[in-house]
């Protein structure tokens, strides 16, 4: 089908791109924007500044006053408010240990006046996944637990609270990624249970979330074998329409996970998995982290193209159409964008105090002398990024003397820490140990040669954290987090 300026419009209306590196708005975009294109979405490479998500909303909302400006705020590892200085607020997982909903609901609270403040409106939060399989590479401290209803009850309080400014929510990644042990990044997941299993383990927390008024629901590149064997979630209208849009009544947003994902775009190319994510029910498509004008383009045609040889009804492109127009309605008319007073006094410090509050300690942390902190620093999965993290700068700002070691899989000698820990306390950082050989083995050597040290989990749970004397686990690597955690060696708990 040739190009139809009518279906271009209906196209870009479903439309959710990125850009290349930097937080100034490319021409392509501004041009877009002027042709009814959705919104745009911010990434971690557009972040050179503190400053960076307000420039790029004040541009986009200049452009156009009602875009969606989408970004991923969860809290706690992953943020896009604060990238380069770690998250304020602590993350589901830490918020799940202390199980206090009223907690959960005034740190989503707090998280959505940050980003009214800073002109965001979409939010791709909370992720309500089941963390069910502890190898799972992509969600670990990104849920609120392993108990669907723990699960449920957080995810439907943040949503709420959320909600309430105006900033709309994406529950995310239906219907569960908590289970899969790839990463959908990388390659796709295939979760292989019972229909039974599924639906009591993994459904929950949507259940609730669209009980709570969700306006988004967020789709996973993930196949689940016993409702749809050969497609994964995003394009799959049995998991979309039957499940989601049928079974449990949704009839709001439903945005795809970033279309640029291995799990779909090896096997379709990132424009074919649109067209596949659109006829299966998809309304949004979250184009991914790549610069977007080609991307879009490529979408444009295919779209046109399967509308033309009968491969997509126009009438669901114009329902999709219809439901993003409503979703920047319904934030039009409840004021995002605008400034919220603070309200409640108690915000500036519910990260930190909910981060105290979930922090467990095993024996006498306490150190007094010179401190060596060794990190040792993995990769992080891309939904991460480089967000920032540090035990050092905390515990410096509490007076002690610290130096600080980081150890990568290339660097990870034991002699080295035995040399620079001599007439210092050692404390020894790891996110997620579980995840590498190299992680726990490194750590292992590092206690055997310094059994004295302090290790400090700043991931998911680590059995050689439960099993020491000195230990401290945050429950995530916020900002809040590692603090809590400085406060406590330090002796200022």
Not at 176 to 183: C, I, L, N, S
Not at 452 to 469: E, F, K, T
Request: include cysteine; charged fraction near 25%; charge should be negative.
């Amino acid at each position: 089908m040739s190009a139809d300026p009518a279906i271009d419009r209906l196209i870009n209306a479903c439309l959710l791109p990125g850009f290349a590196d930097g937080d100034r708005l490319p021409s392509w975009l501004a041009r877009d924007l002027d042709r009814d294109l959705a919104g745009v979405a911010i990434y971690g490479r557009n972040l050179v500044d503190e400053n960076s998500v307000s420039t790029i909303a004040r541009s986009v909302h200049e452009r156009s006053p009602n875009a969606l400006v989408a970004l991923d705020e969860e809290g706690g590892d992953v943020t896009r408010l604060e990238y380069r200085r770690g998250s304020s607020y602590p993350g589901n997982l830490a918020l799940g240990v202390l199980d206090d909903v009223r907690v959960t609901a005034n740190v989503a609270s707090a998280i959505a006046q940050d980003l009214v403040a800073a002109g965001v409106n979409y939010d791709f939060a909370p992720s309500v996944d089941v963390n069910s399989d502890p190898r799972n590479p992509v969600i670990g401290v990104r849920s609120f637990g392993g108990d669907p209803q723990l699960v449920a009850r957080h995810g439907a309080a943040f949503i709420s609270a959320m909600q309430e400014y105006g900033v709309a929510c994406a529950a995310k990644h239906f219907p569960g990624h908590g289970a899969t042990v790839a990463d959908s990044h990388h390659a796709l997941p295939v979760i292989d249970c019972d229909e039974s299993t599924f639906r009591t383990r993994e459904l929950p927390p949507f259940v609730a979330a669209v009980e709570a008024g969700v306006r988004s629901v967020m789709t996973s590149h993930v196949v689940f074998a016993a409702l749809d064997p050969d497609e994964p979630a995003t394009l799959s209208g049995r998991l979309l329409q039957d499940l989601l849009r049928r079974d449990l009544g949704f009839t709001g947003v439903i945005v795809t996970d970033a279309l640029d994902m291995r799990a779909v775009a090896d096997r379709y190319g990132i424009a074919g998995a649109a067209v596949r994510a659109l006829a299966a029910g998809a309304d949004l498509l979250l184009v991914g982290a790549v610069d977007g004008e080609q991307p879009c383009a490529e979408i444009r045609e295919h779209v046109r193209s399967a509308i033309g040889d009968g491969a997509l009804n126009l009438s669901r492109l114009e329902d999709a159409a219809e439901r993003v127009r409503e979703l920047r309605s319904w934030i039009s008319s409840r004021g995002a964008g605008r400034h919220f007073p603070r309200g409640d006094d108690s915000f500036p410090s519910v990260g930190i105090e909910a981060a105290r509050r979930a922090l467990r300690v095993i024996g006498d942390v306490r150190v007094s002398g010179p401190v060596l902190v060794v990190e040792v620093c993995a990769p992080s999965n891309p939904a991460v990024g480089e967000a920032h993290w540090s035990l050092s700068e905390p515990l410096a700002d509490l007076g002690l003397d610290v130096e600080t070691l980081r150890l990568t899989e290339d660097n990870a000698a034991s002699d080295e820490v035995v040399r620079r820990g001599r007439g210092r306390d050692v404390v020894v950082v790891v996110r997620d140990a579980y995840r590498r050989d190299w992680q726990r083995t490194s750590v292992e050597k590092l206690l055997s040669v310094r059994p004295d040290a302090v290790l400090v989990a700043i991931g998911m749970p680590d059995d050689a954290a439960l099993a020491r004397g000195r230990a401290v686990l945050t429950f995530g690597a916020a900002r809040v987090n590692t603090q809590a955690a400085a406060e406590a060696i330090a002796g200022r708990r």
